[in-house]
């Protein structure tokens, strides 16, 4: 192993635990008689030429109204999918799994949470059952029936079910919508893992309670250190509880920073557009506002099948220029407004010369 020194940076920064670069998925749409005879084969394009970062002690929001490509990522990243191109790497190595030992030995690692925790409960089981049968997946349940116990008990006291006993026998169908999305939180504790995906855990959840959920998160991020990956419509709740912020319109990331930079100074016309659908960012009661921005009349996204050349938001853009419906924008590096943290945009505004 070599010794870098810390004033060259190196490639690879040291905390930098998921990676993904250029991710892509295409989905094949079933071919109609028509499609047949022309020999022409469509994809749905879910997500194109993606990159993204996760480190460990922060949580990175992916912020997109439905239908964006988010939980495409989510699954890519989990290896639930096959993609069409691109890299994975975990801890620098590429990861390219499907099924099987090597399956479950990421998972270990990098664990997911659905948005509905009703249906990822069986509810024919105790949440004993579900947690020990985590614990034993991943080789952690101990070694006798005493540490077992002590077990179940540290993964519900780490998701705040206390006493933890009053929990561990009851059903699903017992417990409140927060409380069974605590369970699966814990779940994923189970496998003592570095990375959470966590796949818009609070929108189906009361208003009252969607608070608690993202507390506990950003407790675990700083107790566990884990590297989060936070799956959201509410660009609201992304500023309160992220690190960082991803943009994504129609499958492609358009912005993405320092959380308090994006939210405050956004400079993606699609991103202001977000901002300026969603009521007072300043109000943290709007974390309970959850609507996706196409249901506040802000316009259509596009068809995936064929989706707009150029820039895909282009159609919809109050600033689009010619150049926006015949270029794909690259990234373009903004200046840094005061915390040093680094803020892009991948739109023509941000052109060397370009009119803003
Ligand atoms: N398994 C699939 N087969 C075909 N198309 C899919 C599949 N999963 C998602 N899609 C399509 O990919 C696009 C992105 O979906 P998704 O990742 O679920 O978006 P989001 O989570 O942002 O709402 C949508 O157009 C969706 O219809
Ligand atoms: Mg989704």
């Not at 499907?98 to 399956?103: I, L, Q, S, T």
Request: glycine share 8%.
């Amino acid at each position: 192993m070599t010794v870098t020194d810390p004033a060259v940076a190196p490639a690879v920064v040291p905390d930098v635990v998921l990676e993904a670069e250029g991710l892509t998925k295409h989905f094949p749409v079933r071919r109609g008689l028509k499609d047949l005879l022309t020999r022409e084969r469509k994809v749905v394009h879910a997500v194109d030429d993606l990159n993204l970062t996760l480190r460990r002690g922060r949580v990175t929001a992916l912020v997109g109204e439905s239908g964006s490509g988010k939980s495409t990522v989510a699954r890519l990243l989990a290896q639930l999918y096959k993609r069409t191109d691109g890299d994975i790497r975990l801890r620098g190595e590429s990861v390219e799994v499907h099924g099987g030992r090597a399956f479950r030995a990421y998972c270990r690692r990098v664990q997911m949470i659905f948005q509905d925790p009703f249906a990822s409960l069986n509810p024919t089981h105790t949440i004993r059952y579900h947690l020990t049968r985590a614990l034993k997946i991943h080789g952690r349940a101990g070694k006798n029936s005493a540490e077992l116990e002590q077990n179940l008990r540290d993964l519900l006291l780490r998701v705040q079910l206390v006493p933890p006993e009053r929990y561990l026998d009851k059903f699903p169908h017992e417990l409140s919508g927060g409380q069974r999305q605590r369970v699966s939180i814990a779940r994923a504790l189970g496998a003592d893992p570095e990375v959470l995906l966590a796949d818009e855990p609070v929108s189906m959840l009361d208003v009252s309670i969607r608070l608690g959920v993202l507390n506990l998160l950003a407790d675990l991020k700083d107790r566990l250190n884990l590297a989060i990956l936070y799956i959201t419509h509410d660009i609201a709740s992304a500023r309160y509880f992220a690190d960082e912020t991803m943009v994504m319109y129609a499958g492609r990331m358009v912005e993405g920073g320092d959380s308090e930079t994006v939210t405050q100074n956004p400079a993606h016309p699609y991103t202001r557009l977000l901002i300026e659908s969603a009521p007072d960012p300043d109000r943290l009661d709007r974390v309970g506002d959850l609507r996706a921005p196409e249901d506040q009349g802000s316009g259509e996204p596009p068809s995936l099948i064929a989706p707009p050349t150029g820039c895909r938001f282009h159609p919809r853009c109050v600033s689009a220029m010619p150049k926006c419906s015949t270029e794909l924008p690259p990234r373009f590096e903004l200046p840094v407004v005061d915390n040093g943290q680094s803020h892009w945009a991948a739109c023509w505004l941000y052109e060397e010369g370009a009119a803003k």
